[in-house]
């Protein structure tokens, strides 16, 4: 049994609850081990590793969120967590994410479940002894969830946690840029397109004529507002899709869940200020492996809970609990 989230009154609704954690948490001070991961199409993946660097230890892959990277404040959290109950953990940074530039024009996405699958490979096979878990937020955990379900019994984890998912990408895309949260839309939008421009002047200095060439037929990326201009003028042509509602309807994880056959928890706030309520799924649409924990408060990857002079984290709380649980039931 575990104690339940009893929100912090003294953050009064979603906006607070999701903005302690980036802008007023003291950071946990970890000393991590950093791994370059190369990928089969030449670019990598930096990966940050934490706790007991034992053959049967069990490990969790924690999957940061959109402009987020491993130093995320409830990415290093959770990473303490477990180590304090003895676990390892490892932290994706996803491509261009961990202060470097990719070397692809390319880069990350919700649905880049490609990338996910070669981490667990290599993690299988740089601790095949060990139980494999992962851990999911927001993007990250939308990238999670749609690995879990294209995989099915073949994910090689043995329990999965994806904390406050865009489900529905589109309806996500929408609910952004309504009200207070168009301050979100705004500061993703400032971070993408930094994420690009960066990539693009690395090109143009190392010489890289025709990785240029391809960012370059984006045209000029001014006057980009919303999800759905980023998505359908970027990521869409950099990956293959062909607008940004072909790219939403096949990222969007909600089309995947009821093929997941890995032990999951979803954890989800019903105030969260990225996601409609009518975006989270249903009770039917959910395989008979998957627990949907809904809270009726707690933001945006918040959860913040206690008091001001002492603030808990229902995540790091509960996360490490739920994964001990599976791995007791195993």
Not at 141 to 146: Q, R
Not at 304 to 327: F, H, N
């Amino acid at each position: 049994m575990h104690t339940p989230f009893k929100p912090a009154w003294w953050l009064p609704g979603p906006h607070l609850q999701t903005l302690w954690n980036p802008m007023c948490r003291t950071a946990p001070r970890l000393q991590r081990r950093r791994e370059r991961l190369w990928l089969q199409d030449g670019d990598f993946l930096d990966l940050d590793w934490y706790g007991p660097h034992n053959a049967t230890t069990p490990l969790v892959l924690v999957l940061h969120g959109l402009t987020g990277s491993s130093s995320s404040l409830y990415v290093l959290g959770v990473q303490q967590a477990l180590a304090a109950q003895g676990w390892a953990s490892v932290a994706l940074n996803w491509r261009g994410c961990s202060g470097e530039p990719n070397l692809l024009p390319r880069g990350y996405h919700s649905g880049a479940s490609e990338d996910l699958a070669e981490v667990v490979r290599h993690l299988r096979a740089q601790r095949p002894m060990a139980a494999l878990y992962a851990t999911g937020y927001s993007l990250g955990g939308n990238v999670l969830l749609k690995y879990l379900g294209e995989s099915g019994e073949e994910s090689q984890l043995q329990g999965a946690v994806a904390v406050s998912v865009p489900y529905r990408l589109d309806q996500c895309a929408d609910r952004i840029g309504i009200g207070f949260s168009k301050l979100y839309q705004a500061h993703f939008m400032r971070e993408l397109v930094s994420y690009v421009q960066t990539k693009r002047s690395l090109f143009a200095h190392q010489g890289l004529a025709d990785r240029l060439a391809e960012l370059d037929k984006l045209g000029p990326l001014d006057g980009m507002r919303t999800f759905w201009d980023f998505d359908g003028r970027v990521t869409a042509p950099l990956h293959g899709f062909s607008d940004a509602q072909d790219y939403y309807l096949r990222a969007s994880s909600r089309y995947y869940l009821g093929a997941i056959r890995t032990p999951t928890l979803l954890i989800q706030a019903a105030d969260d200020p990225f996601i409609y309520r009518h975006s989270l799924p249903e009770p039917h649409e959910l395989s008979a492996s998957t627990q949907l924990e809904l809270h009726a408060h707690g933001g945006h990857v918040g959860f913040v809970e206690g008091s001001a002079q002492c603030p808990g984290y229902y995540l790091e709380r509960r996360i490490p609990q739920w994964l001990a649980a599976r791995a007791s039931a195993q």
